[in-house]
């Protein structure tokens, strides 16, 4: 079957801007929402002329979209329609193709609900974090849990699969009121579940705090790594005991309902990025013939965006980072990474750099090896950046992947 495209469509707009966002997203006037799904729209109608000039390959059949932000569903319905029609016109989406729309609970209007269905969405990914309302309260998001409940139902009936996604250690949480919540998802029957640990950096308002210090979000009421690392390892077990499995560090699903546009991610499959700090990876075929990677990535400037200059740098990826991409991506999963399919992409010579770094890996208990199969363990996953830093560079120190590298460019 031929190659197809994932296409992710940014819609940074939200309703409340919630203590924990590290997204280029934002409160932003209603009145702003038409100019941006115009130049959405403008992205989409001209990546066809862009990939030509720029030499990259971009399938012409669209396997996946994926709406995320931000909250799309702030959007009125007839500017969804709009991005769709775009699509339609500059693209083939498969009559398979998964469409995901993030959506804030409370926020789904039965218009937008109606639009969702016409534009064939096949599923909802659910920004709900916490289902005990303190917590959500405390972090500026919107709902409750009985709006959940109620919401998953609306969605499930208009045949819709939906997502939940939870976070752990946010402020408030223990690791009773976290089960509480991870059995109330239990108890939705969702299809899928996406469980994230609370990410600490500058970017959010609650990261600042508890970087810098202070009271007004909820820092000092942050449970510790070791009781967030419990919470996910109790997450990880109470979701497979309800026949959600994990397939990802961070996504659990029923069988056949793991989410495809995400799975190219970590497969290295194409995606194109269009909107806000939207971002692609494509091959190009001019690069000696059998496509080298090349990353870019849209402005997060949404003022810039907005005038048109949404471009930022291209990075070309070297069959040596790609190598090492191959690993920490692919190692994501939970079915691990196949030696074999490495050894048939990047020879051998290149991948038996790597035997040192796995075998260090397999001793101190992150990594498993069974056959031709290597896999992050349990503990491997929630020290998974530690397990990922270690692949890095190896490539690019071997001369073998060195050449590799060269003879590719
Ligand atoms: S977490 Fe989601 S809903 Fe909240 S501000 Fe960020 S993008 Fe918007």
Not at 261 to 274: D, I, M, S, T
Not at 335 to 340: M, N, Q, T
Not at 363 to 389: H, I, K, Q, W, Y
């Amino acid at each position: 079957m031929s190659e197809t495209l994932g296409l992710y469509i940014s819609v940074p707009f939200c309703r409340a801007k919630c203590t924990y966002c590290n997204f280029a997203s934002g409160v932003f006037p209603a009145s702003e929402h038409e100019l941006y799904v115009m130049r959405v729209c403008g992205e989409i109608r001209r990546a066809w002329e862009r990939a030509e000039s720029a030499g990259w390959r971009l399938p012409e059949r669209v396997g996946s979209v994926y709406l995320g932000g931000g909250t799309p569903s702030t959007l009125e319905p007839e500017r969804l329609r709009e991005i769709f029609v775009a699509i339609g016109e500059s693209f083939v989406i498969e009559r398979n193709a998964e469409v995901t729309v993030e959506c804030a609970p409370g926020q789904i209007a039965a218009d937008f609900l109606k639009a969702m269905v016409e534009v064939r969405a096949t599923r909802v990914s659910l920004g709900v974090q916490s289902m005990v309302d303190t917590e959500a309260a405390a972090t500026g998001r919107m709902h409750t849990r009985a709006i959940v409940e109620d919401d998953v139902r609306r969605l499930r009936d208009a045949g819709l699969a939906v997502n939940v996604d939870l976070i752990a250690g946010l402020p408030g949480q223990t690791l009773a009121s976290w089960m509480e919540s991870v059995e109330a998802v239990c108890g939705l029957g969702v299809e899928h579940a996406s469980l994230y640990m609370l990410e600490v950096d500058e970017d959010s308002r609650l990261g600042r705090e508890l970087i810098g210090g202070g009271a007004r979000y909820g820092a000092g009421l942050v449970a510790t790594d070791d009781t967030v690392a419990a919470m996910y390892e109790s997450g990880c077990e109470r979701l497979e005991r309800a026949g959600v499995r994990q397939y990802e560090i961070s996504n659990f699903a029923r069988p056949g309902a793991e989410a495809r546009h995400n799975l190219r991610y970590w497969r290295r499959e194409p995606y194109l990025g269009v909107g806000l700090d939207a971002h692609s990876m494509l091959r190009g075929w001019n690069d000696g013939g059998d496509g080298g990677v090349v990353r870019f990535g849209n402005t997060d400037d949404l003022a810039d965006y907005l005038n048109g200059e949404m471009e930022a740098e291209v990075e070309r990826v070297d069959r040596a980072a790609e190598l090492e991409e191959a690993w920490f991506l692919g190692l994501r999963l939970v079915e691990g990474v196949s030696l074999a399919a490495l050894h048939a992409e990047f020879g051998g010579q290149a991948v038996a750099a790597f035997d040192d770094v796995v075998a260090e890996l397999v001793d101190d208990g992150l990594l498993t090896r069974a056959g031709e199969r290597v896999a992050l363990m349990t503990r491997g996953r929630m020290l998974s950046n530690e397990v990922f830093g270690r692949f890095l560079g190896v490539a690019s120190k071997d001369s073998s992947a060195a050449e590799l590298s060269l003879s590719t460019q």
